[in-house]
């Protein structure tokens, strides 16, 4: 047994080390990884550690993920796969009672606040612009969702409340669902704005600058999975005020 365990470690360490050698072979961009003395594994780790012992035991180090694999520990019941299957994966979050406001409440972010008026959960297009809709989306001919999948179209007064032009991102608010204990998570994404803004470059087209004491309203929409509708879905905004950030909801009902 005790020569079966040495021929494994044996094996691990000549792994490793043909590893290295492949990844240094590809990339040639970077200097030459320093070779031991000794000719070792043991005796490179201690020459690029200047002779200090590295913790733990070589076999722990063999076993470590220097294969390349991730440090990053799947999601729990604590996480939600999003349209990617990863991409909502957070820690769950309970919302307070104190931050619950209702439709129509002002939600003010930077000197811009954010007014809710309605909203529209369908499967439907409608008579929206095509154009504006993002085109990673599975849709028929007429932008009708096809599959499990929801839109949830958002109708808001944005007013710019400050002395100053500031251009706003009509999609900062996020749909989060929630459970029966009030803990959420990010539940969607933002696909859909009723009107592009062309006066900056490609990346500004859901952003929109307001002249002081501007305001306007829009549609804004998002797609959501059909097995968030099991949960309570909610507004989620996150508001500045007197320098201090804070996350507030507004109950899509």
């Known amino acids: 047994m005790k020569n079966r365990t040495a021929i494994l470690k044996i094996r691990k360490f000549a ?10 072979a590809c990339s040639p961009q970077y200097p030459e990884r320093p070779v031991s003395d000794t000719g070792s594994l043991e005796g490179l780790i201690e020459q690029e550690n200047e002779g200090q012992e590295p913790e733990g035991d070589m076999e722990n180090i063999a076993d470590s993920g220097s294969g390349g694999g991730s440090d990053v520990t799947a999601p729990t019941d604590g996480g939600k796969p999003g349209l990617d299957g990863s991409e909502y994966a957070e820690e769950m979050t309970a919302i307070r009672q104190e931050d619950i406001r209702q439709m129509g409440d002002a939600l003010m972010y930077d000197g811009v606040s954010f007014c809710l008026l309605s909203f529209e959960k369908t499967k439907e297009f409608g008579e929206r612009v095509p154009e504006n809709l993002s085109d990673w989306l599975e849709t ?4 009708n969702l096809t599959g499990d999948y929801y839109y949830i179209f958002l109708t808001l007064r944005i007013t710019n409340e400050s002395d100053e032009t500031i251009e706003v991102h009509r999609t900062r608010g996020e749909i989060a669902a929630v459970k029966e204990n009030m803990e959420y998570y990010t539940a969607g994404e933002p696909c859909y704005v009723d009107e592009e803004y062309t006066g900056g470059d490609p990346s500004s087209v859901w952003a929109w600058k307001f002249a002081p004491g501007e305001s306007i309203t829009c549609e804004v929409g998002y797609i959501i999975e059909g097995e968030c509708l099991e949960e309570y879905l909610y507004y989620k905004f996150i508001t500045s005020e007197n320098g201090e950030f804070a996350d507030r909801f507004i109950k899509l009902e």
């Open 140 to 143: 028929d001919a007429d932008k």
């Open 15 to 24: 792994l490793l080390g043909c590893a290295m050698c492949c990844f240094a």
